[in-house]
Structure formats: structure tokens, C-alpha cells
């Protein structure tokens, strides 16, 4: 159980999303997410969350591996089961050159030239966070987060 795609098939299913997660491959190959909602929108999303966020004086160079690695590794299994017609999603965590975050630099690469839309971790955890709830809910991930943000509120 990955905490990082826990929160955030918590998020898509808050938002009318149907998903179905860690879809295995050949070639040990995993499909994250893949998820589809009333109105027909189809989404491929890939979860990279880190501690220890990743260094990288090229935001291009990671762009161009990372969209190899995790979304033309995995394009035919995707295409199979939904077709052609799909939004690309990486939701990402930190990206450094040294202290900065370099994330802006790297977004825009793999919009304009790979076609995937990055979501930032923090933003969607803070979505799912600040929309908890006083109810029970089972998954243990998001009762941490829903302890947390309790706790954060009391101290």
C-alpha cells in the first residue's frame, strides 16, 4: 500500500471518479491509476512521492526519463484498456537543484512535450486534508491524515 496513491485515489474518488489501481504488466511493468467518471473523462495517472525529494540539475533531461519510465512504458497497456482517448496525470512531489524547487521548470516540459498534465502532491493532500470530516473512515492512510490535520489544529 503506497501512502502517496492512497491519498490520491481518496481525492479521485471524492471527485466522481471510478479507478482502478496497481495494474500490473508484463515486464514488471505497474499501471498506478487509471480512472473514469460519469461524463466519460479517462485519466492515466502515475504517483511519484518522495522524503527525500529528488535532485536534478536538468529538469528536461528528467522530464524526457521519467515520461519513458512511467508512461510510454506503459502506453499499451493503458491504450488497451481505455481506449486512445486519455488525459496522461503525474502527480509529483518535490524536485530540487540544490534547495529550490525546480517543479515549475519541469511541468512545463512535460505539458508541452509530452502531452502529461503534473498535479502537485502538497495541493492534492491538502485538498483531501482540509476536506476530512469528523466521520469514521477505514482506510488507514486517510484517518492519519485526518489525524493529523485534527492534531495540527489542536497545537
Known sequence: ???????????L?????????SIGLPKRKEIDIL???????????EVS?????????????LALKEYKNKFKSVNEGVEAILGKR??????????????????????????KKYGVKILKFEDILKEVSDGLSTRSYLNP?????QL?????DRF
Not at 148 to 152: A, E, K, T, V, Y
Request: charged share 30%.
Open 141 to 145: 492512510i486517510i484517518k492519519t491524515v
Open 86 to 111: 486519455f488525459q496522461r496525470i503525474y502527480v509529483r512531489g518535490r524536485i530540487n537543484r540544490g534547495r529550490r524547487d525546480i517543479r515549475e521548470e519541469y511541468i512545463k516540459e512535460m505539458d
Open 49 to 61: 512521492v518522495s522524503i527525500n525529494s529528488i535532485n536534478s540539475r536538468d529538469p528536461k533531461a
Open 1 to 11: 500500500m503506497n501512502p502517496a496513491e492512497e491519498i490520491v485515489k481518496f481525492w
Open 148 to 152: 493529523c490535520g485534527f492534531l495540527n
Open 35 to 45: 480512472a473514469i467518471n460519469k461524463k466519460g473523462d479517462k485519466l492515466h495517472i
Open 13 to 21: 474518488q471524492n471527485k466522481g471518479y471510478f479507478i482502478q489501481s
